[in-house]
């Protein structure tokens, strides 16, 4: 003890005030064989002599007990030792003494004496109990206290309920339980404990969730509600004003045209309408019918009586039998040649109707509550009906969301199949798991031997690297396999392969290593902070497909539970209707100039937006300016310097093309070492034919290098910039954001669609889209081809395509402009020809047209993406999102996405995808040919494999979901 205070055990002190003390007077303890249970519900007496045994017994032991406690007493004063326990081999679920000899402790002059302790190293069951003044010699000073059924140690101090202490020199005291749990089986039973815990805040925190939900329906219902009876007041008066209009110039009767018998009537009698047929323009029909309703039409028609010929001698009158509605106080009616939906000539009172006063109506006020009454209900039924609508497509496109996602992630889960895979596929904390793995496919092929190493967490996990394991021959083929247990506290299995237990040859998946995502443990995957620098952003700063790219994998990272910022600058031109609670922030120097901080979040996300003083993003454009690359330059100097400033820390600060790859290097450079130090540097490639000066430094100095597919990497791997760099640089397909391409809630189109009714929902869509078009309205062949028209999409290959749909008596629809001034004219005068020679079938709308691109995705039956070069390629993702079929040319992400009908069956399986389209190779006539006739031949020839076929693409999954996955693989191992 130093200074009267615990040594290791000082924060566990309490005030005494606030100690639970439990008083044990010595002699209690009991141990097992002196309980006798007591007798219930039986009047059995134990006869005297069996009495005077057990009390001769207990007494016995009793003495026993005393004399083996006063010997360890003894012992230990004599031994010098200050502390021993009753029972001395302790066990778990059991009563202990614990003695203490005051005079050999710290605590020899203090008058209070207590025990504060817990088991399990402190983690488990702390307790406070006041030790008191036993009978044995010395001063020894005793407490009871319950060794609880998880205990494997148990640790304590003694101190007198303030601020002095024995803590056996800081060392503090344990005593060692037997035959109970040992530390690892205790770590096993607090991780279940944990979860058990977790599960319960998790049904808490959802009942709370669900009360508020509850509170906060009501209160909108409430809200609609009063709504709806202002709305229903309004309406009542609207109504009450025309109607009073309308009864002032009301007759019981019009001489020689019509009148009612009997004069006097009510609601719901039967009363007979007598027409004058030759008082107006149906004297020559050869039938009569009335066409009626009440107040002003209110409710339609709802009286349609044929009319007889009356006996009436002085004119042509002709009556029908007419129940009066019970709420009426005007009967509304015309006379017509015909009943309702085939009368052609009307009477109809010079446009003005026939209306008469019903005499006996219920009085107008009361009629007016109930009418109010009445518009108030059905304004309420009108509502629930749009809600539990709006609230029925809410519902299914989250379980389709969810559907795709899952279906997302066992294609994850299998990409990697020809080399290892687990079973069961998901795998689950707690449960024991089934590696294989197949080192045919790998460096470790032909080995003799296959060793797994396995951890767990990204390899962080508190028990470390399990211990090498050899894999054994599975049954199926070359594969071997090994039984993993997993951990209740995993959210990732690591692993790597080797021929030796102690190394050899590795396989390490070219440093990225193995890993499996682990479900159902009580500890979450730490979040990463990314924070991605960028000059576009979509939809507030968007020039191309960068800028949809910097949203969407954005957000997709940010659904999976990390955080993520997008820095900005703030150009004059931004269009900030898409930004919520933008704000000015602060203000920063760099570089003598003063930056304003602006802060709105965009799609969800977190932008800040740099706004320098110097006026570099005040030119009314994105691209364009002479200075672009001094510009960007300050831009990726300024972000870093913001970053350092504001106390950032990323994990990932992730840069795109070469607009902000200079943020490679300056980091490199000028902050790795001045407080970014966690961060690393990704850099991806969106178009390698723009700036090849910062890409090639850019990948010199990022920890990793993407672009935007598999093949477009190796397209391009042979390139200057990028050829040195190939250990660190992948290829990740972009996807597309289902949210706003999704057929099922998109107001461009006619129809919401599924893959489930993608046939009529495409039906509908083609012919709203050849009425907008003017083109003919036939169930023909529609071909689509959304582009930018630039060489780099194959010009001269979608004039081809044109025609050669046309010849197929096809349709076929261009939306497009080109950015060069004689492109864009030369389309301009293809579309005149074609307008002119095939207008029923062709139409080019050369210009930007969001709907309609939408209208065309869901109307055409096929997509033309006949790119010369394509990095990755929105528009056949897109297509297929929309259950239209894509025809591409074999070139970047266009061969990554679309496999062939008819020769891609196995490269698809691999990827664990049905086939989706019609590719070609080559750069002219015969390749497009190829591919758009054979297109066009199964829509013509083979429907009911065709519409299929529609569906199988729309179910596939081309969002964000698993590039997501792909590009956090990644930021873990730039991190590694």
């Known amino acids: 003890m130093e200074n009267g205070r615990a040594g290791s055990v000082e924060d566990k002190t309490v005030p005494v005030d606030e100690i639970i003390i439990e008083e044990k007077q010595f002699g209690n303890l009991k141990s097992d064989s002196t309980v006798k249970e007591e007798s219930t519900g039986t009047d059995e007496k134990t006869t005297e002599d069996e009495e005077s045994s057990l009390k001769l017994r207990l007494k016995m032991e009793e003495n026993f007990r005393k004399q083996e406690i006063e010997g360890l007493a003894e012992d230990n004063f004599s031994r010098g030792n200050k502390l021993f326990v009753y029972p001395q081999l302790v066990k778990p679920d059991q009563d202990i003494e614990v003695y203490l000899n005051r005079s050999l402790s710290t605590l020899n002059n203090e008058p209070d004496v207590f025990i504060m302790g817990a088991f399990n190293d402190w983690r488990w069951k702390s307790f406070t109990v006041r030790l008191n003044k036993t009978h044995l010699k010395g001063d020894w000073w005793s407490c009871q206290v319950h060794v609880p059924k998880e205990a494997y140690k148990m640790d304590f ?43 319960k805040l998790a049904r808490e925190q959802a009942e709370r969730e669900r009360q508020a939900e509850e509170q906060r329906q009501r209160e909108e219902e409430k809200a609609a509600s009063e709504a709806d009876k202002a709305q229903a007041k309004v309406e009542t008066e609207k109504r009450r004003e025309i109607l009073h209009h309308l009864m002032k110039n009301v007759a019981r009767s019009v001489d020689n045209v019509w009148y009612i018998e009997p004069s006097e009537f009510s609601g719901d009698d039967l009363v007979r309408l007598y027409y004058n047929k ?511 028209l630039t060489h780099q999409k194959g010009i001269h290959l979608i004039k081809h395509a044109i025609w050669q749909t046309l010849d197929r008596n096809g349709q076929v629809v261009l939306l497009g402009s080109a950015p060069d001034p004689r492109i864009q004219n030369d389309f301009v005068n293809l579309a005149n020809q074609l307008h002119s020679s095939h207008n029923d079938r062709a139409r080019l709308c050369l210009n930007y047209d969001e709907p309609l691109s939408h209208l065309i995705y869901a109307g055409a039956d096929f997509i033309v993406v006949p790119s010369i070069f394509e990095p990755c390629g929105l528009t056949q993702l897109t297509a297929m999102r929309y259950g239209s079929i894509p025809v591409v040319r074999k070139t970047g992400g266009l061969y990554d996405t679309v496999f062939d009908v008819d020769h891609d069956k196995e490269r698809a399986q691999a990827q664990g995808l049905e086939p989706n389209g019609f590719n070609f190779d080559g750069a002219d006539a015969t390749g497009i040919d190829y591919a758009l006739n054979r297109a066009i031949s199964a829509w013509y020839e083979v429907r009911e494999w065709f519409n299929p076929l529609c569906k199988t693409v729309m179910e596939q999954d081309w969002s964000w979901n698993k590039p997501a996955l792909d590009y956090m693989e990644l930021y873990h191992a730039a991190r590694k």
């Open 157 to 199: 101090v003694f101190f007198n309920g303030k601020n002095a202490y024995d803590n056996n020199d800081r060392k503090d005291f344990c005593i060692p339980v037997e035959g109970g749990m040992d530390a690892y089986a205790f770590d096993d039973f607090l991780l279940e404990e944990k979860r058990r815990e977790q599960e």
């Open 278 to 788: 030759s008082s107006g323009p149906l004297a020559h029909a050869n039938d009569l019918w009335i066409h009626g309703g009440y107040n002003n039409w209110n409710d339609g028609l709802v009286i349609a009586e044929k009319l007889a010929k009356s006996e009436r001698k002085d004119g042509d009158w002709w009556y029908g039998n007419v129940v009066v509605p019970d709420r009426a106080l005007v009967l509304d009616w015309v006379f017509a040649d015909g009943p309702p939906q085939s009368a052609i000539v009307y009477d109809n009172n010079h446009y003005q109707d026939f209306h008469a006063i019903v005499p006996k109506s219920i009085p107008e006020e009361l009629f007016w509550v109930e009418e109010e009454h009445q518009i108030y209900r059905k304004l309420q039924e009108e509502r629930r009906l749009r809600e539990e609508a709006m609230r029925a497509k809410e519902e299914r496109t989250a379980r389709m969301k969810a559907e795709r996602k899952e279906r997302t992630l066992e294609r994850f889960l299998l990409s990697q199949k020809h080399i290892v895979y687990t079973d069961p596929l998901g795998v689950q904390a707690g449960s024991a798991v089934k590696v294989f793995y197949n080192p045919a496919n790998t460096v470790l092929n032909g080995k003799s031997e296959v060793w797994i190493r396995c951890s767990f967490n990204r390899w962080t996990h508190r028990k470390g690297p399990l211990p090498p394991q050899k894999m054994l021959a599975a049954d199926n083929g070359s594969h071997v396999k090994a039984t993993v247990k997993v951990p209740l506290d995993a959210y990732m299995m690591d692993f790597v392969f080797s021929e030796r237990e102690d190394g050899g040859i590795f396989d390490n998946r070219d440093g990225m290593d193995y890993h499996v995502p682990v479900f159902g443990g009580i500890v979450k995957e730490p979040p990463m902070h990314i924070v991605h620098v960028a000059v576009e952003m979509a939809p507030i700063a968007k020039v191309g497909g960068l800028g949809d790219v910097v949203t969407s994998l954005s957000r997709a990272v940010q659904d999976l539970n990390h955080s993520v910022d997008v820095i900005l600058p703030k150009y004059d031109c931004l269009n900030l209707s898409h930004v919520k609670d933008f704000h000015y922030q602060k203000s920063y120097s760099w570089g003598g100039t003063e930056i304003k901080v602006w802060f709105g979040k965009v799609e969800g996300l977190s932008v800040y937006f740099l706004e320098p003083l110097n006026g570099m993003f005040s030119t009314g454009c994105i691209y364009g300016c002479r200075n672009d690359g001094e510009r960007f330059g300050f831009f990726c100097h300024a972000a870093l310097e913001f970053l350092l400033q504001n106390g950032f820390h990323p994990d990932i600060i992730h840069c795109h093309d070469w607009s902000s790859a200079p943020v490679a290097w300056l980091f490199k450079d000028h902050y790795m070492h001045y407080g970014l130090s966690k961060a690393r540097v990704v850099f991806t490639i969106h178009n390698l034919e723009f700036g090849a000066g910062n890409i090639g430094k850019a990948m010199t100095y990022s920890d990793k290098s993407t672009t935007v597919s598999p093949t477009y990497s190796k397209e391009v791997a042979g390139n200057p910039p990028i050829a040195p760099y190939l250990y660190k640089f992948h290829g990740i397909l972009n996807g597309i954001d289902p949210d706003i391409w999704d057929p099922y809630n998109d107001k461009f189109i006619p129809v919401s669609y599924t893959s489930e009714n993608v046939v009529e929902g495409k039906r509908a869509a083609k012919e709203a889209l050849q009425q907008r078009l003017g083109l003919k309205k036939a169930d023909l062949p529609l071909v689509g081809i959304i582009t930018r």
